[in-house]
């Protein structure tokens, strides 16, 4: 199982710049870290270790991952208040854990996931703006 987590952490590694990673176990154990454009974890020495861990936790046991890539085209949005606010554009990646392995979601099914509620399977209004779907793997 340690060569799929490596080989997980190095599909995210091969997308470039900055990004958020979502690691969901279970639907009620959510963990996120940043990872810079050097492929830093988090702040902190550890932060890639208790990543790794939470990792193997959801692969064992089944989960998801979502990766958001910052780009540096931001898009002009009006708030409910009426102020204007510049959002970061982003691609969204993702992956299915469990059973010791992991799948890459293509965006079709990334895009149905993100957009749903898994409590209720009722589609998420509004949905997130300035997000672009992207297979992952990357192909």
Do not use: C
């Amino acid at each position: 199982m340690k060569d799929k987590i490596n080989n997980l952490i190095e599909e995210i590694l091969k997308i470039p710049g900055s990004k958020i990673v979502t690691l969901v176990i279970n639907h009620d154990d959510i963990f996120e870290l940043d990872i810079s454009e050097n492929n830093e974890f988090g702040y902190a020495p550890e932060h890639k270790l208790f990543f790794k861990a939470k990792l193997t936790n959801a692969i064992k046991n089944g989960g998801g991952i979502i990766i958001r890539q910052f780009l540096s085209i931001r898009t002009k949005r009006k708030m409910p208040n009426g102020k204007e606010i510049w959002i970061p554009e982003k691609n969204l990646y993702g992956a299915i854990l469990g059973n010791n392995d992991w799948i890459g979601m293509d965006i079709r099914s990334l895009k149905r996931a993100y957009e749903t509620d898994a409590t209720t399977g009722l589609s998420l209004v509004p949905h997130e703006v300035s997000a672009h779907y992207r297979n992952f793997p990357i192909k």
